[in-house]
């Protein structure tokens, strides 16, 4: 592991704590099934990537810390089960199909994509009620997510697919949830 993929570790880490903190108090609301998914994903993704002697690292604390939050959202009773998390479950697990009659560098590939769609019932959730998430949370997974793919050796899939998706998902999350920030009478963050 070279200093690049340690430090979006730390990062990842350290951005979690507010997070879990936020939802264990119940002051942040996270979708339970994409957390749920993430955790197991990013247990694939870890495992194959690591199978494959690449940058695993940020898919590992990933694994763990998304149990965290698991916990803090069971602890909150905020959690459910809809039609867009079932859909999502669907299209996760045709992605482990994939992953289960296919290789290494296949299961990265197919856990990364899942692991993207997995993102969907939270931007669901964040594009209807954008004050209940941590925005600083998705700028801080961004930056871990974005030092990691610096934390590649090479532009191989085993090295740096994984970071540059999780990279764009949270983007996608980060540009979701300024909508906050948008003076929009419709926005339920100004009460209207």
Known sequence: MNAYALIGVAIAALVYVPLFIGVWQKKVQQNFATFFLW??????????????GGNFLLPA????????????????KTFKWGLVEWITLSLVFVCMVIWAVAGPTEATIASTIALAIATIPQLKDMWEEPQKALIRSY???TLANGVSILGGKDWSIAERFY???STIMTVLCVLVLLRAFMPDRKNPAYGT
């Open 61 to 76: 604390i990933y694994t763990l810390l998304s149990v965290t939050v698991l916990i803090a959202i069971m602890r909150s």
């Open 163 to 165: 970071p540059t998706v």
């Open 139 to 141: 700028v801080g997974f």
């Open 39 to 52: 955790g197991l994903l990013d247990a694939i993704a870890a495992g194959s990537i690591l199978m494959k």
